[in-house]
């Protein structure tokens, strides 16, 4: 199975202030087919996972522009911008190139 | 606008059974796969299965720890989704989440909550 890592574990932020988590998964993302399935998920406190990003870099509709993707291969970044006090939650990494599907074990962000 | 709806979650004891039901709303089901997912209380996400649209076989793929268990199957004309799930065990509690789309899910239910416990 691809195990997928994920640093740092907990970040907290200050409001207004950038922040990174790292994705990283032990075999190559790319997929026979050209594309590289790797998806980013918010999960805020009590709620559903609410998909963020595919095929590492795409946007999803509605996510503010202050998150991006970026990466290839078997690293990636999650960015946030300028972290707002809605971002509180857990981020989760998920690769859907290999059987069976897998995720990171998540990085917690809070607020200073 | 997409709805996902799941069903059918509950207390249930060790080696009985349990059909949750995921009903959806906003789309042409029968074009979609449709995929499984859980958390366990406190844990992260996991994988549990998938079935494919009528078009590209229908046909499911389960993960290991669910494998022979668990059969995920769908009534295109009702627009429902199953996950049946036999010989269950305490490391099954957690919330399931059905999905449109397996290997992007980009739109989730809200869970349903399943505790298998004596």
């Known amino acids: 199975d691809v195990v997928m890592t994920q640093s740092p574990l907990s970040l907290p932020v200050t409001l207004g202030q950038p922040a990174s988590i790292s994705c990283r998964s032990s075999?190559?993302?790319?997929?026979?087919?050209?594309?590289?399935?790797l998806n980013w998920f918010q999960q805020r406190p009590g709620q559903s996972p609410r998909r963020l990003i595919y095929?590492?870099?795409n946007r999803d509709s509605g996510v503010p522009d202050r998150f991006s993707g970026s990466g290839s291969g078997t690293d990636f970044t999650l960015k946030i911008s300028r972290v707002e006090a809605e971002d509180v939650g857990v981020y989760y990494c998920m690769q859907g190139t290999h059987w069976p599907l897998t995720f990171g074990p998540g990085t917690k962000v809070d607020i200073k | 606008e997409v709805q996902l709806v799941e069903s059918g979650g509950g207390l249930v004891k060790p080696g009985r059974s349990l059909r949750l039901s995921c009903t959806a709303s906003?789309?042409?089901?029968?074009?979609?796969?449709m995929g499984w997912f859980r958390q366990a209380p406190g844990k992260g996400l996991e994988w549990v299965g998938f079935i494919r649209s009528k078009a590209k076989g229908g046909t499911a793929e389960y993960a290991a720890s669910v494998k022979g268990r668990f059969t995920i199957s769908r009534d295109d004309s009702k627009r429902v989704a199953y996950l049946q799930m036999n010989s269950l065990k305490t490391e099954d509690t957690a919330v399931y989440y059905c999905?449109?789309?397996?290997?992007?899910?980009?739109?989730w239910g809200q869970g349903t909550l399943v505790t298998v416990s004596s």
């Open positions: 095929k590492v870099s």
């Open positions: 906003g789309f042409t089901f029968g074009d979609y796969a």
């Open positions: 999905t449109r789309r397996v290997v992007t899910p980009g739109y």
């Open positions: 075999q190559s993302l790319v997929d026979s087919d050209g594309n590289t399935y």
